[in-house]
């Protein structure tokens, strides 16, 4: 059951984030994914190396674009630079789509290397939904947010993550990446029910999902992507997807790197989990429709 949405943007399937430790791996043997997903600035570059081997992988799978550094919640002006190198990249590799964290990362040039919450205020959706506004008009198209895990909160909030993530969409006509375990990691952190974040959240405009793994320290957890995914989290993916409908999904490491191999055989939980909720209509992308001219 593929969602409805007024959005005009494809289902890509099952993917994974694109690591260097796996690009001889993808490039010699095609595994069977459907997508990945590249971290932007990895690839803002002139040249090299980076740029040499995503276009070998764009030749045989679709991608999308992964930013840490946007800043969008921030309130000093956008680094002009920065975008002006982000869309030089999108218009080169041509993505399925952008996204990057609902956060913020630093203010007057001092950049914290961290994804730091917002406070759930009507003021800050509305200052986010306006630049949110700025960046989609200078890419010259729609951008999705990640909602952040987080081990603090703000005492001015007043409202809930999901409904200030909701109230963004809404105002900027943005789109959303839904990372399921930085819902469950949140909801931990702060006692609250994790189904009720994803019954919160408009479907519509939900277009990616994210899995990963974390670290439990027993009264809180962080956010690693540094293991696999755990029962817990699969359960909530499959209650968001059968709430949701079928919603791009990937699984998203970052340390502790194991084979490629290993990371394919953990995806196909996620697909297996997905045919089971929604089958026979979920069907794989086909990665030549997707290939850029020049590329393939």
């Excluded at 960046?135 to 947010?145: H, K, T």
């Excluded at 992507?225 to 709430?243: C, F, G, R, S």
């Excluded at 699984?251 to 490629?260: A, C, K, Q, V």
């Amino acid at each position: 059951m593929k969602k409805q949405s007024n959005i005009d943007l494809p289902y890509l399937g099952f993917g994974l984030g694109l690591r260097t430790e796996h690009y001889h791996p993808i490039i010699e043997t095609k595994p069977k994914v459907d997508w990945f997903e590249v971290l932007s600035e990895n690839y803002m570059v002139p040249g090299g190396k980076p740029l040499h081997f995503l276009d070998k992988v764009r030749a045989d799978y679709p991608v999308v674009m992964h930013g840490v550094s946007l800043s969008i919640g921030s309130t000093t002006p956008f680094d002009q630079a920065y975008l002006r190198d982000l869309k030089k990249l999108a218009d080169r590799i041509q993505p399925a789509w952008i996204s990057d964290h609902l956060c913020w990362t630093g203010v007057h040039g001092q950049n914290m290397h961290d994804l730091l919450p917002l406070p759930y205020t009507e003021e800050t959706a509305k200052h986010v939904a306006e630049r949110v506004k700025i960046v989609q008009d200078y890419l010259g198209r729609q951008i999705l947010l990640e909602n952040v895990s987080s081990y603090a909160s703000y005492v001015d909030s007043t409202m809930s993550e999901w409904e200030f993530i909701s109230l963004i969409a809404e105002k900027a006509d943005c789109l959303l990446l839904l990372d399921v375990n930085n819902i469950y990691v949140s909801s931990y952190n702060h006692n609250f029910d994790a189904k009720t974040f994803i019954d919160g959240v408009p479907a519509k405009r939900v277009q990616q999902i994210h899995l990963a793994g974390h670290q439990n320290n027993g009264d809180y957890i962080i956010d690693t992507h540094d293991a696999p995914v755990i029962d817990p989290v699969w359960d909530l993916y499959e209650y968001t997807i059968a709430k949701l409908g079928a919603v791009s999904t990937m699984i998203e490491r970052d340390d502790n790197m194991p084979e490629l191999d290993v990371l394919v055989e953990e995806l196909e939980i996620a697909r297996k989990i997905a045919q089971k909720v929604h089958a026979p209509n979920i069907t794989p992308v086909e990665p030549i429709s997707m290939r850029v001219a020049g590329h393939a």
